[in-house]
């Protein structure tokens, strides 16, 4: 079968991640580009577009408010997801398929449904639109992402082990410090990182449910009508970019070790 | 021992109790109010509650809905098929060709999807555009004496662009379902006279196929509800339902005919959905 | 045996567990002696494990009590039991090293580190891991494992130690060594071991008393050769080892014999001593013979006991053994007959016809 032998298929993935890298290479082109118009060919380097960044207070505010839900979303969803991932992972009861489905249900749901929905119950309740209302359905589409990483680092966590621990004199409290948490802390760790990620990114959700107070990627959609603000949201752009890697390089690690650690396979453990 | 079932239940159940709470009320509770509400009707600054159908006739039966539908079912679609069947090749060659540092590459797949969605849409734009990357780069290189048009506000633009975006969805599922498969399988099946062509039709594609529907599944569904992609580089042939959902509770401030468009097209895409998990659980046989 | 087995440390009162509307154990009552090896036998889902547990405190009974060291253990908790468990898995706790697994339950004791390590160091010799202490459990294989399980009982000096299947995650040689190792090491230390297992042999071996256990009932509670010799009914019998049944009526019963008609054996005096008083003689419909009771005789004029004619349907050569397969004159199923190949002594063909010996006091007694 010639057109799936290796040679092909190697030549194809490399086409294939310059397709999916073409993008991400182009935003520090321009980032770094001394023109205003994004075109080629480049002008000149200049470091002047992530000097400015540092000047521009509504980007502040906005990167602000930015950290706050994503800091708020992470705890939250990864709480909710610990539970959750526990359940599943440990005990069997009735409706378990149903209830869990239901809480993954926002991973393949349309993010404008939720948004709309979400929007519709506020205006219902009279209930002003707030970074608040943002966390709310950031922690919605967040916690599947949680219950999916816990879920490898509780697998991992054989049931035993904690019996033993209970076997051996050690009080629950104790077993939890002792046992579950190092256990499972490469897990939660990584789980924060990641949902943080997710919510610092959102843009659908944060679009609709946020009142006055704009998130990065609502401050970023109302720069992209200025052509002259281009630049620096190429900028802006590249830093995000940079620090998402990093965050996801972190939680990988984190993960991967856990999941060694347990003697998990980590190249299936979570997906 | 599996036996342990009524204080398992009970403990299981109050784990996942806030959890659940969480969901019923900031999920189950919003999408039954959207329902509700689109059988209301916008009276201004103030909601009819009357119970009417009225909303759903408006979005059935007006040409500009009904074109909106049909579009975004179409390029959904379109998106989808081309999404996975280019996802397909990589999966496989990860799966089988690819011995150390698959976890590498699954890395560098999902990384640019971690880059703003925004910017990568808005990227694509200054690729396909008039004066864009490609299009430069085509004329330099002697290939084309003006620039292309076809690729940018148009449907073509759209594909591209969301082909792009859900890459790393459409993916992953494949290459799990494929790492799933055991390998004697395939070595029974040559063994007992098949080809590596009739071999792949019969063990490696069927067997693959939970992962081909999960990532069909998981590619359509969100593409319906995109707004961006279209607004940014689809032009006017580009715009699809959610763009006008969009409008509706925005700038049109009709909210409940926003709702009717919002179910109707959630109904819709659940329908195909269950016709395409239907099929894909008969083309692949009795595998889970 | 010593005679510090005489005195009851583990008394097992009535005990009924209950899993909704599922009963894995139903009321169980035994006695377990000081210092003793004892060991629950029984296949799968026989309510060994539950019974364990419940003695470990893992699982409250639904009825009944456990007392252990003439202390009534119910309400009190698994992690104040003077118990310990080495788990089927062995629960070698991932992110610690071995003598910090050792040390674990000292730990919670509040001891010195001083007191501790010494402890630690102490038991890791006796187990042969002394050069171990800094290994972690991914590094250890399934034998290293399963002495470090062993060790982080032992370091607590509990009254008693379960042992959950500790056996059954190791290949076959290791899996024999360790039985060895584990029996002598618990004569040694003198400590009161319970042992949950399937493997019949495995019992055997290693046990002063065995439990054989069938859905949530004991059903006989003896010494290995107890119940190797005198299985109170067909299921123990043939869970043990292997057991050629053959149908029986009674003819008489007097103080010293029971006189019984056998299918293809014929009429025989059986002697009563080795039969329980208790038992309803007059109700014994099948016999039983072990397979190394019967002997192919090398020639019809041996001067055994008694004798029966029969043909070899066929053979299974195990080496040291061979297992025939022979139909005896006046009996269509066909009995298993054991013998080992000792020198000058050549395996009988199937098709030949042989003359098969065996003697009154080899054979059991059974009703329905």
Known sequence: ?271 | MALRFDREAGQGLRLISLTLAYVLVMLAAPLLMVITFSFWTQDYLTIDTTLTLNNYREAWGTPIYQVLMWRSLKISLIVTVVTVLLAFPIAYYLSFHVTRRKALWLFLITVPFWTSYLLRVFLWKVILGYNGVLNSALLGLGFIDAPLTFILYNLNAVVITLAHAWAPFAILPIFVALEKIDRSLLEAATDLGDSPLRRFFRITLPLAMPGIVAATLIVLIPTVGDFITPRLVGGTDGLMISNMIQIQFGKANNAPLGAALAVSSMVVIGLISVGIFLVGKKLGGRVR | ?368
């Open chain 3, 1 to 368: 045996m010593k005679d510090t087995h005489t005195k009851p440390m583990i008394v097992i009162d009535q005990v009924v567990k209950k899993f909704g509307s599922f009963t894995a154990l139903h009321g169980i009552s035994a006695e377990i002696r000081e210092g003793e090896f004892f060991s629950l036998l029984g296949p799968s889902g026989c309510g060994k494990t539950t019974l364990l547990r419940v003695i470990a405190g893992f699982e409250p009974p639904t009825k009944g009590k456990v007392a252990i060291g003439g202390k009534d253990m119910s309400g009190i908790p698994a992690n104040s039991r003077p118990t310990n468990m080495v788990f089927q898995s062995y629960a070698i706790f991932p992110h610690l090293n071995v003598e910090e697994n050792v040390g674990y339950g000292l730990k919670t004791r509040k001891m010195s580190k001083a007191d501790i390590a010494r402890d630690v160091a102490e038991v890791l010799k006796l187990v042969d891991m002394e050069s171990y202490g800094k290994r972690k459990a991914h590094e250890l294989s399934g034998g290293q494992r399963q002495r470090v399980a062993l060790a982080r009982a032992l370091v607590m000096r509990p009254e008693v130690i379960l042992l959950d299947e500790p056996l059954s995650a190791l290949d076959k040689k290791l899996r024999d060594q360790m039985q060895v190792e584990l029996r002598s090491l618990q004569r040694s230390i003198g400590i009161t071991f319970i042992l949950v297992t399937h493997d019949q042999e495995e019992a055997l071996i290693m046990s002063d008393r065995i439990a054989v256990m069938f859905d949530g009932r004991i059903e006989q509670l003896d010494t290995p050769e107890g119940l190797y010799r005198r299985p109170v009914n067909r299921r123990v019998a043939s869970f043990i080892g292997v057991m050629n049944f053959l149908p029986a009526k009674v003819l008489g019963v007097t103080d010293q014999h029971v006189k019984l008609d056998i299918a293809a054996l014929g009429q025989i005096d059986v002697p009563r001593h080795d039969i329980d008083p208790a038992f309803d003689i007059e109700a014994v419909d099948t016999i039983g013979v072990r397979p190394e009771m019967f002997t192919l005789l090398a020639d019809a004029d041996d001067t055994a006991q008694m004798k029966v004619q029969g043909e070899v349907v066929d053979s299974e050569y195990y080496g040291d053994m061979t297992y025939y397969s022979v139909r005896l004159a006046g009996h269509d199923t066909p009995v298993t007959i054991s013998m080992r190949n000792t020198a000058g002594r050549s395996v009988v063909p199937p098709g030949s016809q042989v003359t098969v010996g065996w003697g009154a006091d080899s054979i059991v007694v059974f009703k329905e």
């Open chain 1, 1 to 271: 079968m010639k057109w799936l032998s290796s040679k092909w298929l190697a030549v194809y993935a490399v086409v294939y991640m310059i397709f999916l890298y073409a993008p991400v290479i182009l935003l520090p082109l321009f980032a770094f580009n001394t023109s205003t118009i994004i075109a080629f060919p480049l002008s000149g380097f200049t470091t002047e577009w992530f000097v400015g960044l540092w000047y521009t207070d509504t980007l502040h505010i906005a990167l602000g408010n930015s950290m706050f839900v994503g800091v708020t979303t992470a705890l939250l969803s990864t709480l909710l997801g610990a539970f959750a991932a526990r359940a599943s992972a440990r005990f069997a009861f009735p409706g378990k398929t149903g209830i869990v489905g239901l809480i993954m249900l926002p991973l393949v749901l349309p993010e404008i449904i939720i948004a709309v929905a979400l929007l519709v119950m506020l205006n219902q309740l009279g209930m002003p639109l707030s970074l608040w209302t943002v966390v709310g359905g950031h922690v919605l589409i967040c916690t599947p992402f949680a219950i999916a990483i816990l879920s490898s680092s509780y697998r991992g966590l054989d049931r035993e082990l904690e019996e033993a621990s209970f076997d051996l004199g050690e009080s629950r409290w104790g077993t939890f410090r002792r046992v579950t948490l190092p256990l499972v802390l490469p897990g939660v760790i990584s789980s924060l990182l990641i949902t943080f990620t997710i919510s610092l990114d959102e843009f659908i959700i944060a679009f609709f449910l946020t009142g006055t107070d704009v998130t990065l990627p609502v401050y970023i959609w109302s720069q992209l009508r200025f052509p002259a603000k281009l630049p620096s949201v190429m900028a802006l752009g590249t830093i995000l970019l940079l620090v998402s890697v990093v965050l996801l390089i972190i939680a990988e690690a984190l993960r991967r070790r856990s999941a060694a650690r347990q003697g998990v396979d980590t190249t299936l453990a979570g997906l």
